[in-house]
Structures are given as C-alpha cells and as structure tokens.
Nanobody, 124 residues
Framework: QVQLVESGGGLVQAGGSLRLSCAAS????????MGWFRQAPGKEREFVAA????????YYADSVKGRFTISRDNAKNTVYLQMNSLKPEDTAVYYCAAALSPTLLPTPVGYDYWGQGTQVTVSS
C-alpha cells in the first residue's frame, strides 16, 4: 500500500514557476515508477510526466516538454514536478500516481495509487 500526498500548488501569473511535491508513505516507494497527471474542469485527466523507479528515465507530454521537469528523491520518498514558464492552459488539478511498472506509462491506466490532487491556477 502506498499513500500519496501532493503539495505546492497555488496561484501564479503566466510566465511564473511552481514546484509540486508528492510525498509517499511506505518503504517500497523506490519500487514504483511515478507519474504526474492533470485535470482541468470539464476535461479528461491527461498525462504530464513520468519517471522510472531509479530516476534514470523520464517522459513528458509534448505540451510541457522543455518547461516542466520531473525528479525524485527516493531517500525522501518524494517526487517533484518543477514547472516553469507557466501558461493559463496549465491551470488544472495536478495528481501524482504510482505504478509497479518497468515502463513509463503515459496514460492513467496502469497506475496503482493516486494522490488527492493539488490545484494550480495560472492567471493571464
């Protein structure tokens, strides 16, 4: 069992930055690939970024490539999402998720555990 708690969301102006954190409980955190997803009102949950259990591999949605960076610290049981050059269209609830998968998953299917989400609002 893994419990995930996101933090770091908030209101920021376009062009600004935020860093999201996702703290995981359990001693098996380093066994899981981790992902970040987001969901805007009236839209489906969409993939943002994923990172392998070791942190050696990452994968990004085209819409955030070059602006967002996913990283993890297995000693702290935490995964991060550094978001730079934010745009109003990045406004959404952001969720972290954990998957017992050897490959990076760009869809919600296959993730075993989810956090409760943190709101990110980017004003124009």
């Amino acid at each position: 069992q893994v419990q995930l708690v996101e933090s770091g969301g908030g209101l920021v102006q376009a062009g600004g930055s935020l860093r999201l954190s996702c703290a995981a409980s359990g001693r098996t955190f380093s066994s899981y690939a981790m992902g970040w997803f987001r969901q805007a009102p009236g839209k489906e949950r969409e993939f943002v970024a994923a990172i392998s259990w070791s942190g050696g591999s990452t994968y990004y949605a085209d819409s955030v490539k070059g602006r967002f960076t996913i990283s993890r610290d297995n000693a702290k049981n935490t995964v991060y999402l550094q978001m730079n050059s934010l745009k109003p269209e990045d406004t959404a609830v952001y969720y972290c998720a954990a998957a017992l998968s050897p490959t990076l998953l760009p869809t919600p299917v296959g993730y075993d555990y989810w956090g409760q989400g943190t709101q990110v609002t980017v004003s124009s």
